[in-house]
């Protein structure tokens, strides 16, 4: 039995899609891991409830609980069937003592996730929705862009997007067709190919210009 087999033994849960694992506002003790299937990370802005984030294997979530032992900042529900590993105060302060590369992991992802609020921070004072757009695909491909021979890969789930960066999914689609016919990106399904994230910056910039000129 491999190490992740033993692991889901001892504190693994089966969670069917749509189940809600905690809510912003509630007290939480818990902290998840995910093994399988996906997470979504929301938050209410005026009576919105806003995807912050997509999570998926190998992520973990909820630990500013256990840190803090504040309130949850967010909610968190399963949006494709999903296996966690359910950990308690106890055990988290056990796996941080005895083990100083999951201390590092855990350092490491949180120091990314407040850089990725700073960002989205950011994309939402773009006025312009095509700005936000293409400030969102070169923010993924910083913090989750993987590089490939022919450009960075990044995960781009358009249906997810317009809770995201607040732009609607005809607005988003065009902007990836146009993208795509300057050659710049390559779809396949919720996969994107960025082959020159300068250019792509470049065309940022063009259009951040041509909106403050009043010509978009």
Known sequence: ?????????RFGKEFPKGTVLFREGEPGKEMFVIQSGRIAISKRVRDVEKVLAVLGPGEFFGEMAIISNKPRNATASVSEDAKLLVIDPKTFEGMIRGNAE???RMIKKLAERLSE???????LL???????VVHHILQ??????????EGVEIELPVRELPRQIGVGEPAIRNMLDRLERAGLVERAGDRLTVYDTAR???FLQYLEMKWKFGEL
């Open 1 to 9: 039995m491999g190490a992740e087999e033993t692991l889901f033994q």
């Open 102 to 104: 999951i201390a590092v």
């Open 117 to 123: 609020a700073d960002a989205q921070i950011e994309n």
């Open 126 to 132: 773009h006025a312009d929705p095509a700005s936000r």
């Open 140 to 149: 993924v491909c910083q913090t989750r862009g993987r590089a490939m021979e």
């Open 200 to 202: 792509v910056h470049d």
